[in-house]
């Protein structure tokens, strides 16, 4: 087993070539070497292996029945080597393959941030390309190849076809409002006090309407006659602080204005609104390396931040 230990890449690659080629003289010139150094090689890998690899075959040679069955070991090392100083060249190549994430805005806030931080402490160069969106258009984005991934809630079945959903954590709907609101603080908010003020909802076709809508019907909660519907978590956060709305959104959209207590969550039940979060991507098609060291990042975050959120993540 210590022999192990004194095989280096170039035995690899001198046995290939001879292999491929039948000829040491041949595979000496494809990797401009010397015929002594490729003969000196095979001679040091013969050793190592312990048993001979090559033969003699009249002015020729050939690979021996112990080479026959070291060359299929040989060759998928070989190629699995190249292939990572591919995928690695691919990092350090400002021109190399672009990373694009497609974002629901309910989770735009959450996570991706900090994995862009991280992703540039890295030192990786390609070029990162981030949109929002509803969720049908991004997953035909994605099933197009115009996206890598696409992050957001689970995808109702219909929506999966040729898709996989990989979980990273949980989260909830609330219904927040800005800390200078009259309910806010109350223990207590009746039906009757949600429809004095307008209600900002997510639209007919987002993702986590359906959990909104039967959240309602489980709680008695008529739909608001001041219901505006959006998506924009721009609009929704310039809203919700001037104008004493109540916004019903994903809490991890929020999540940092409610860490420093400029939005505050109303007292009412939403359990039954969560749902998991995580990457949708195409499942015909692996992730190129670039891709795949950023969905890596979002996984880690994810994983390292469930027991510091129990309210935000429920694994």
């Not at 112990?66 to 080597?81: C, D, I, N, P, Q």
């Not at 207590?188 to 007919?204: E, N, R, T």
């Not at 959209?253 to 420093?260: K, T, W």
Request: glycine share 6%.
């Amino acid at each position: 087993m210590n022999n192990i230990r004194r095989l280096k890449l170039r035995h690899l690659e001198a046995f290939v070539e001879v292999a491929r080629l039948s000829s040491v003289s041949r595979a000496a010139e494809v990797l401009n070497l010397t015929q002594p150094a490729v003969t000196r090689t095979i001679r040091e890998l013969e050793e190592i292996c312990g048993r001979p690899l090559i033969e003699k075959d009249g002015r020729g040679i050939k690979i021996s029945q112990f080479g026959e069955m070291f060359l299929k070991h040989a060759g998928t090392s070989l190629a699995a080597a190249r292939n990572g100083i591919n995928a690695l060249a691919q990092f350090s190549a400002e021109d190399g393959p672009m990373i694009r994430l497609g974002a629901l805005p309910t989770v735009s806030a959450a996570l991706i941030p900090d994995a862009v931080d991280t992703y540039i402490a890295s030192g990786m160069r390609n070029r990162l390309h981030i949109v929002t969106g509803e969720n049908k258009v991004l997953l035909n984005q994605l099933r197009n190849g115009e996206l890598d991934m696409v992050m957001g809630r689970l995808p109702a079945p219909e929506n999966m076809q040729n898709l996989t959903f990989e979980p990273l954590y949980r989260e909830s709907v609330v219904f927040a409002v800005d800390a200078s609101h009259p309910l806010a603080g109350d223990a207590q908010v009746s039906v009757d006090q949600l429809g004095a003020y307008p209600v900002l909802m997510p639209s007919a076709d987002s993702i986590i309407r359906p959990f909104v809508d039967r959240l309602f019907i489980e709680q008695g909660i008529p739909e608001p006659q001041n219901a505006i519907e959006t998506v924009s978590d721009s609009f929704g956060r310039a809203f919700t602080r001037a104008h004493m709305a109540i916004w019903i959104i994903s809490r991890g959209v929020i999540s940092a204005e409610i860490q420093s207590g400029q939005f505050v969550e109303l007292p009412i039940d939403t359990s039954s609104t969560r749902g998991s979060v995580g990457l949708v991507v195409r499942s015909d098609q692996s992730l190129g390396p670039a891709s795949q060291f950023f969905a890596d990042i979002l996984k880690n975050l994810a994983a390292a931040s469930l027991p510091a959120n129990k309210s935000l993540m429920d694994a």
